[in-house]
């Protein structure tokens, strides 16, 4: 980084207090004349010093709706003639020459109501503050460019750092408008077939537009490099009803679709008895408004972005107050598949699902993932307010959804029925089917159950309704294999009789599945 910051100033620093504060006779505005110029022949000659002759624009912006400026905002904020009327080419990242830099500099110097860091990276930078302080940071001493300012009759002072440096800005990781943004763009249109972008190439400009699936790539293609997007759910076609949710105090964002599909957007405020009225006529014949409070804990927008570079590399300095969808984000960008988290149960559905908060993030866990063993209701395996610790099984950011499986940290009890393969067990039968019995072969109310084929039962059995075995009914069955990759287990009631038809169906398939969930299928 440069390391030499100069505080460049009219203000003789003679005059000044014991407290640093300044006594002298200069008033802190422009005087749109020599003292103007030579702050800029003074910035010519450190640019000239360092060999930069185009700066980057960084957070450029314009002024909002509170100006603590002594002059009053001019028409064009400054920007007349130098950038066309909607501002395209004005924005982070966008390099000019130095004479539009000065430019820039003089309308800032004038408080004319633009506002932006001129930077070359690592190399040099140009911040003006209030008062006409400009900061100057290059990479070297710049001896003759200090001695051209003193000559200009300013006042040159080195600084620690400027007090305008990015990295005093606030802290916090922004969400970049990625591929996977994106893909969360569509999927929310999906859902809710339109939602409401709101551009902000510039601070305190904003550009709308209305977002479906046949619009979204064009309005992506359009976008500002660098720019803030803002999602918001879609406007309200009950215009009467928005306006008569504008407050009787205070400002908010009116923003409206007119007959022609234009968006705009505008601060309203019924306290201005001249200007609101207007407004809200021009409103009452729109086909959808909303109304947007400014403060920030007020506004709901579904989720917010910055735009990255071509490159993929999000360089923009911009941050915006997080949306509940950024930080589930931010919190899913932490987790990987086989990652350990601990969680409180919040609730079980009743068709089987499991959510658990794991530090502000609902995580679910269906019913076959939260035991081996087979289960009827998540209840059997968990209850509301337990703390449990689960494995992450899948993490899907569009969706915002994580999966966790509650079984993969215990141990599997199916090789060790793998283990008894050959012996016969006494079973009780569970479930009678179409295709034979199911018969859990451990005496315990969960134990793993399969399935005997009809084929595989006693032949007296078929003889008769009155042999055919029944719900509840002890059956001798002997266990033919335990397949642990599928979880299927092939059983035989034939074979456990020991009176020479072990030999029976030997040759039939036994491809069987394990009934976890009881319905009769087979289906693990």
């Known amino acids: 980084m440069p390391s030499f910051v100069h505080r460049i100033s009219k203000y003789d620093p003679a005059d ?60 064009g904020q400054g920007l007349t003639g130098l950038f066309p009327p909607d501002l395209r080419g004005f924005h982070d990242g966008a390099e000019v020459s130095l004479a539009t830099a000065l430019e820039l500099v003089r309308a800032m110097l004038r408080d004319n109501g633009v506002w932006c860091r001129l930077e070359v990276a690592d190399v040099f930078a ?18 003759s460019a200090l001695a051209r300012t003193r000559e200009l009759g300013l006042f040159p002072e080195r600084i620690a ?37 709101e551009e902000s190439p510039v601070e305190n400009v904003s550009r709308w537009y209305r977002l479906t699936a046949a619009t979204l790539d064009g309005v992506r293609a359009g976008l500002t490099p660098r720019a803030r997007l803002t999602l ?37 405020d019924r306290a201005d008895t001249s200007g609101y009225p207007v407004l809200a006529a021009r409103v009452a014949r729109a086909r959808a408004a909303a109304v947007l409070p400014l403060e920030v804990d007020a506004r709901r927008p ?56 794991i530090g502000g993030l609902t995580a679910m866990i269906n019913i076959p993932e939260l035991s081996w063993r087979p289960l009827g209701h998540p209840s059997e395996a968990v209850a509301a307010g337990e703390e449990i610790t689960a494995e992450v099984l899948d993490v899907d950011p569009v969706r915002e959804r994580v999966a966790l499986p509650l079984r993969a940290l215990r141990p599997d009890p199916l090789p060790g029925l793998r283990a008894r393969v050959g012996q016969v067990v006494t079973g009780v039968v569970t479930k009678l089917v179409p295709l034979g019995a199911f018969v859990r072969v451990e005496d315990r109310p969960d134990g793993f159950q399969g399935l005997v084929p009809r084929a ?34 092939a059983l ?18 036994l491809d069987l599945d394990l009934d976890l969930d009881g319905d009769g299928d087979g289906d693990a």
Do not use: M, N
């Open 16 to 75: 000044r207090d014991e407290r640093g504060a300044y006594t002298g006779a200069e008033e802190p505005v422009s005087d749109h004349g020599p003292v103007e110029s030579a702050y800029l022949e003074a910035l010519a000659a450190f640019a000239a010093a360092t060999g930069v002759d185009r700066l980057a624009l960084r957070e450029p912006g314009l002024t909002g709706l509170v100006h603590f400026g002594l002059e009053p905002v001019t028409e």
């Open 232 to 268: 918001w759910p879609k406007l309200s076609e009950d215009v009467a009803a928005v306006l008569a949710a504008v407050p009787a105090e205070g400002t908010v964002e009116l923003v409206w679709e007119d007959g022609e599909a234009s968006l705009t957007s505008a601060f309203a």
């Open 302 to 357: 579904l989720f917010t972005a910055v735009l990255p570079d071509g490159d993929g590399v999000l360089r923009a300095r911009w941050r915006t107050e997080p949306t509940p969808s950024d930080r589930t984000w931010a919190l899913l960008r932490t987790l990987r598949k086989g990652q350990t988290v601990r969680g409180t149960v919040t609730g079980i559905a009743s068709f089987g699902v499991t959510f658990v908060d």
């Open 126 to 143: 140009v911040h003006v503050g209030w008062d006409q302080y400009v900061y100057v940071t290059s990479e070297g001493p710049c001896e």
């Open 492 to 509: 035989s009631a034939v074979r456990a009789r020991g009176d020479g038809d072990e030999d029976e169906g030997k040759d039939k398939d």
């Open 161 to 197: 750092a400027s007090p305008y440096a990015a990295e005093y800005g606030e802290p916090g990781e922004q969400r970049p408008a990625d591929e996977e943004f994106w893909a969360r763009v569509r999927w929310c249109l999906i859902r809710r077939e339109e939602v409401l972008l």
């Open 456 to 489: 595989e039962l006693p032949g007296e059995a078929l003889a008769g309704p009155g042999e055919v075995p029944r719900v509840g009914d002890p059956l001798r069955v002997r266990i033919l294999d335990v397949d642990l990759d599928r979880r299927r287990i």
